[in-house]
Nanobody, 117 residues
Framework: VQLQASGGGSVQAGGSLRLSCVAS????MGWFRQAPGKEREFVAG????????HYADSMKGRFSISRDSAKNTVYLQMNNLKPEDTAVYYC???????????????WGRGTLVTVSS
């Protein structure tokens, strides 16, 4: 499975960004992020068919994950961004239904999101 993420950039607090990840296989897909000096953390995940989603508590209501199976693409819509959302965002794929960092089988290159106050 190959993953290619895009869509990062710089935005002011309160703004929005949409990240995209093109995946070559049909797997559970997740978004993770890693801020400077911090461990990588789970952001959101979606099932193979797209019918089941899961979010980290701090992202609920602001972030939305979706997938377009026809395009083999998973999206992360991020609204009302805050400076603490600044991080490198990674898409990842797994054949399991676990959303832990260690459960991911494949990782894409990260894309940087910078939120200024």
């Amino acid at each position: 499975v190959q993953l290619q993420a895009s869509g990062g950039g710089s935005v002011q607090a309160g703004g929005s960004l949409r990240l995209s990840c093109v995946a070559s296989g049909r797997t559970f897909m997740g978004w993770f992020r890693q801020a400077p000096g911090k461990e990588r953390e789970f952001v959101a995940g979606i099932s193979v068919g797209g019918g089941v989603t899961h979010y980290a508590d701090s992202m609920k209501g602001r972030f939305s994950i979706s997938r377009d199976s026809a395009k083999n693409t998973v999206y992360l819509q991020m609204n009302n961004l805050k400076p603490e959302d600044t991080a490198v965002y990674y898409c990842a794929a797994t054949y399991s239904s676990s959303w832990s960092v260690g459960a991911m089988d494949y990782w894409g290159r990260g894309t940087l999101v910078t939120v200024s106050s």
